[in-house]
C-alpha cells in the first residue's frame, strides 16, 4: 500500500494563484490517474480535477491539474482564487486494490 | 439527471446492527459502480468498498474488509451499506458515490451524505 501526502493548510489572497501538492509514498504517481476533489463546508465532495489533468464541464478553467514524475507528485493549481475556492482539497489515486486518499488540503482565501 | 439519494441520518447504541441506503436515479445503475467512503468527525475521506450492481462484484478496502458488508438490489436501484455490530469509532459521515470504473476512474456524482452516530 501506498500514502499521498497533503499540506495541511494553504493560504492565499484572492486574485492570487496557488498550487496544492500531492506526493505519492511509493510507486509511481504518473502509473495511476490522480483524481482531485473539493468539499466545502457541509456539503459532498465533487470533481474539480480527474484523470490527472482533465476537467469536468463546469468547473472554470481556473483549475488544473499536472503530474511530476521526478517528485513523485501531482499538483492542483487554482488561479485568480476566488472566495468561493475556499474549501478542502483531496487528491485520491489508487494501487491494485485499493482507493487511496490524501489526507486533504485546506485552502483559505482570505 | 443522475442522483444518488442516501438515507437519513441514524443514532445507534454500541453492539445495534444498522443498513443504510442510496438510492440511484438518472443513470443506468447496473453499468456503474457504487462506491462508500466514511469521513469520521472533523478528518479526511476514507474508501471502504464498491460493489457493481449489474452483477454484484463486491471489493473492500483493506482496512474495512470484513468490518462492513456493501450490497445492492439492482431491481430497485439501491447499493447498501451494513454492520452487523456498531461501535463508537463508527461515528462517522457516510457517502456513496458513483465510479465508472472499480479503482480506475473519478467519483462524479456523491449522494448527501449519512451521519452515524453511536453512541451509549
Known amino acids: 500500500n501506498f500514502m499521498l501526502t497533503q499540506p495541511h493548510s494553504v493560504s492565499e489572497s484572492p486574485g492570487k494563484t496557488v498550487t496544492i501538492s500531492c506526493t505519492r509514498s511509493?510507486?509511481?504517481?504518473?502509473?495511476?490517474?490522480v483524481q482531485w476533489y473539493q468539499q466545502r463546508p457541509g456539503s459532498s465532495p465533487t470533481t474539480v480535477i480527474y484523470?490527472?489533468?482533465?476537467?469536468p464541464s463546469g468547473v472554470p478553467d481556473r483549475f488544473s491539474g499536472s503530474i511530476d514524475s521526478s517528485s513523485n507528485s501531482a499538483s492542483l493549481t487554482i488561479s485568480g482564487l476566488k472566495t468561493e475556492d475556499e474549501a478542502d482539497y483531496y487528491c485520491?489515486?489508487?494501487?491494485?486494490?485499493?482507493?487511496?486518499f490524501g489526507g486533504g488540503t485546506k485552502l483559505t482565501v482570505l | 439527471e443522475v442522483q444518488l439519494v442516501q438515507s437519513g441520518a441514524e443514532v445507534k447504541k454500541p453492539g445495534e446492527s444498522l443498513k443504510i441506503s442510496c438510492k440511484g436515479s438518472?443513470?443506468?445503475?447496473?453499468?456503474?459502480?457504487i462506491g462508500w467512503v466514511r469521513q469520521m468527525p472533523g478528518k479526511g475521506l476514507e474508501w471502504m468498498g464498491s460493489?457493481?450492481?449489474?452483477?454484484?462484484?463486491?471489493r473492500y478496502s483493506p482496512s474495512f474488509q470484513g468490518q462492513v458488508t456493501i450490497s445492492a438490489d439492482k431491481s430497485i436501484t439501491t447499493a447498501y451499506l451494513q454492520w452487523s455490530s456498531l461501535k463508537a469509532s463508527d461515528t462517522a459521515m457516510y457517502y456513496c458515490?458513483?465510479?465508472?470504473?472499480?479503482?480506475?476512474?473519478?467519483?462524479?456524482?456523491w449522494g448527501q451524505g449519512t451521519l452515524v452516530t453511536v453512541s451509549s
Open positions: 460493489i457493481y450492481p449489474g452483477d454484484s462484484d463486491t
Open positions: 458515490a458513483r465510479s465508472l470504473g472499480q479503482l480506475l476512474s473519478n467519483f462524479d456524482y
Open positions: 438518472g443513470h443506468s445503475f447496473t453499468s456503474y459502480w
Open positions: 485520491q489515486s489508487y494501487d491494485s486494490n485499493n482507493r487511496v
Open positions: 484523470d490527472d489533468n482533465q476537467r
Open positions: 511509493s510507486g509511481s504517481i504518473a502509473s495511476t490517474y
